[in-house]
């Protein structure tokens, strides 16, 4: 076992919800000492520690005995237990063998990291992750991905790249698969943006400011690392761009969305800062500024009868993927059915009509995030 950098401390441990190296050792037995009872077991690299992160080791330590799952590293972006993260790809390689499963896991919302997952894949390694960045950028990572799982049958799970633990992508696998014609889906994708616009625009005269709901809504763990990346929009436009990208009959009408910025999108982010880099702090003090615009928005949207809501839609028979800020009246299931951060997804589909197949629940949050990635990995079994 080595440190990337300095030599091992009980620091990390405590990122990785452990007050000491020696009960991060204990756990670790703990999760490797049945491997001899479980016919199979399957190593487990993950990076990223943050919300999700460690949530996940901590649903993961918690499953029942025999735990047929071995955490062979932990890396955040300064720290790196059990081997230095440059030869993580080389070390985690030689553990894939017949009876030996290697998974890594990718809690981070790192690009860098993204972009390994293809020679992780090819190296027999299957890779788990609720990062959206390989599955909505660049269209080339998206196919090298597919061709890398397809010739090593190591697989890819991103389950909580869309609407988190709730069964979004295997549904839409699974209605894909046996024949069903999708036509069209819609929704509120975005976890924070339904907190968001739950509070802000409830119905009320008045309420509470912009600027106050998006900060609760960082404190409740919904919004991206940086803020900025759900009041773009950008984060929902890469959900719609995975969700495009499962659908094969939508490239008879348009070509798949080449990354998420081809898919348009209405920003929420006031001009005034729209081209300042700010921190994800400064940022959210900066947007109290605005809060008169946005209150604005509100009363207008009132004045006819109407709730706003930041919503997405993939409509494959009109050939349109986009996410928008819409006013919904307010007996409209957007407006009304939705508390929390729940995300609502609707799917129109030949077999699903006229009355769509409907997911809803909690979008966005640790626990229900870290779920859908654990039940990624319970697939594996
Ligand atoms: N929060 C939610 O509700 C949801 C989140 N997701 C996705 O889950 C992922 C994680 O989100 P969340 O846990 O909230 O984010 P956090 O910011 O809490 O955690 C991200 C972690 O990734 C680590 N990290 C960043 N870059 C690297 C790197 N190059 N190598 C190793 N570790 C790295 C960071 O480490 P360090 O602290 O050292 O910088 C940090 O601990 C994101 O992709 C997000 O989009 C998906 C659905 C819902
Ligand atoms: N920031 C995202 C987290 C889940 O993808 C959201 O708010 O939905
Ligand atoms: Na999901």
Do not use: W
């Not at 890398?148 to 697989?155: D, H, I, L, R």
């Not at 005269?205 to 803020?227: C, D, L, M, N, W």
């Not at 819409?326 to 409209?332: E, G, T, V």
Request: one cysteine or more; glycine letters at 8%; aromatic letters at 8%.
């Amino acid at each position: 076992m080595s440190s990337s950098s300095a030599p091992p401390q009980p620091e990390p441990c405590l990122q990785y919800g452990y007050a000491t190296r020696a009960e991060f050792e204990a756990a670790k037995t703990q999760t490797t000492s049945t491997s001899s009872v479980s016919p199979r077991v399957i190593s487990v690299a993950v990076t990223g520690v943050g919300l999700v992160g460690s949530e996940f080791i901590s649903q993961l330590l918690s499953l029942a005995s025999p735990n047929p799952f071995r955490i062979v590293a932990l890396s955040s972006s300064k720290h790196t237990l059990f081997s230095p993260q440059e030869e993580l790809h080389q070390e985690l390689a030689k553990l894939v063998k017949p009876s030996q499963d290697v998974v890594f896991v990718d809690n981070t919302s790192s690009e860098n990291i993204a972009s390994l997952y293809p020679p992780l894949l090819s190296s027999g390694i299957h890779v788990i992750t609720p990062n959206k960045k390989a599955f909505s950028g660049d269209l080339g990572l998206f196919e090298r991905i597919l061709a890398a799982s397809a010739e090593s049958g190591a697989k890819f799970l991103n389950e909580s790249t869309v609407g988190a633990g709730l069964p979004v992508i295997s549904t839409l696998k699974d209605l894909v698969a046996t024949g069903d014609k999708v036509r069209k889906i819609e929704g509120v994708f975005s976890g924070t943006m339904s907190y968001i616009f739950n509070n802000f625009s409830s119905g009320e005269q008045g309420g509470p400011s912009f600027s106050s709901v998006v900060r609760i809504a960082r404190e409740k763990g919904y919004t991206e690392p940086h803020p900025a990346d759900d009041l773009t929009g950008s984060d929902v436009a890469r959900k719609l761009a995975i969700l495009a990208r499962f659908i094969p009959s939508l490239k008879e009408k348009v070509p798949l969305p080449a990354g998420y910025q081809s898919v348009p999108t209405t920003s929420l982010i006031p001009s005034g800062l729209a081209s300042l880099t700010l921190s994800a702090d400064d940022f959210v003090s900066r947007l109290a500024e605005y809060d008169v615009e946005f209150d604005q928005k509100r009363s207008d949207a009132l004045k006819e009868g109407a709730l706003l809501r930041y919503v997405g839609v993939v409509d494959v028979e009109e050939g349109i993927v986009k996410a928008d800020l819409q006013k919904y009246p307010k007996n409209h299931p957007f407006a009304t059915s939705l508390g929390g951060s729940d995300n609502i997804i609707m799917f129109h589909t030949e077999r699903y009509s006229p009355r769509p197949l409907i997911i809803q629940g909690a979008g966005a949050g640790a626990a229900v995030t870290a779920m859908g990635v654990m039940s990624d990995l319970l697939k594996l079994l």
